[in-house]
């Protein structure tokens, strides 16, 4: 028999689970001191596709050469490429990294505007991305669904839906504003080490009494 769902109390008790795991990428960078908005979006743009036990090192590294749109225009595209060497298509990536930095240097006077329409006008630059950097470096109210956060809620069954684009528009109904960025600071680690998408630890899971337990059929 499930107990009645109540987002505060099932979040406290991922709080307290997620602890002795590492933080999410862009928090963690985040409280190394990489907190403007362009560092976070370069970052998350290092992150797609790609583990943030890579993110992590491959962001540092390019950060001791370039933490700034001037800076990173600096770096000729080979160069780039080279220091985001560990990442998913990083010849992709320098490409529109550098497009980015030059639309802030060439229409923004080199300040990146933090405004989610601004900055999904960025070619590369998607929902995910967007809201989260929005939210970790200027604390917006901003909720930002991967694949962990999309798998985790509808396993709760606190949200139907098929897509992250779909459970996006469904948790900025249902989660209070001032919660929105702790749903991705919170379950992105929970589903990678916790609700994973295979095998569950379900048994020792504290969010269990709450759980639907939607589409699991093996679990540990």
């Not at 505060?8 to 960078?29: C, G, Q, S, W």
């Not at 990536?93 to 505007?113: C, D, H, N, S, V």
């Not at 337990?213 to 093996?218: I, K, T």
């Amino acid at each position: 028999m499930k107990q009645p769902f109540d987002l505060n109390t099932v979040l406290a008790h991922v709080e307290e689970a997620i602890r002795p795991y590492p933080k999410a990428a862009m928090f963690d960078l985040f409280e190394r001191g990489y907190n403007s908005l362009f560092e976070q979006l370069i970052s998350c743009i290092v992150s797609i596709r790609t583990l943030d036990e890579t993110t992590i090192p491959v962001s540092l590294r390019l950060f001791e050469q370039a933490r700034t749109p001037e800076q990173l225009l600096a770096l000729d595209i080979p160069t780039l490429t080279q220091l985001l060497y560990g990442t998913t298509y990083p010849d992709q990536k320098a490409y529109t990294m550098r497009g980015i930095a030059e639309r802030i240097m060439t229409e923004f006077g080199g300040q990146l505007p933090a405004d989610f329409a601004t900055l999904t006008s960025l070619k590369g630059v998607g929902p995910k991305c967007a809201n989260l950097a929005l939210g970790v470096a200027t604390g917006q109210a901003a909720i930002s669904v991967d694949v962990h956060v999309h798998r985790v809620v509808n396993r709760w069954g606190y949200v139907q839906t098929k897509q992250p684009e779909q459970t996006l528009k469904v948790l900025e109904v249902q989660v209070p504003k001032e919660q929105w960025t702790d749903i991705n600071r919170l379950l992105m680690p929970f589903g990678k080490h916790i609700c994973t998408g295979t095998l569950p630890h379900c048994s020792t899971c504290p969010v269990l009494p709450w759980c639907q337990q939607v589409g699991v059929e093996r679990h540990r």
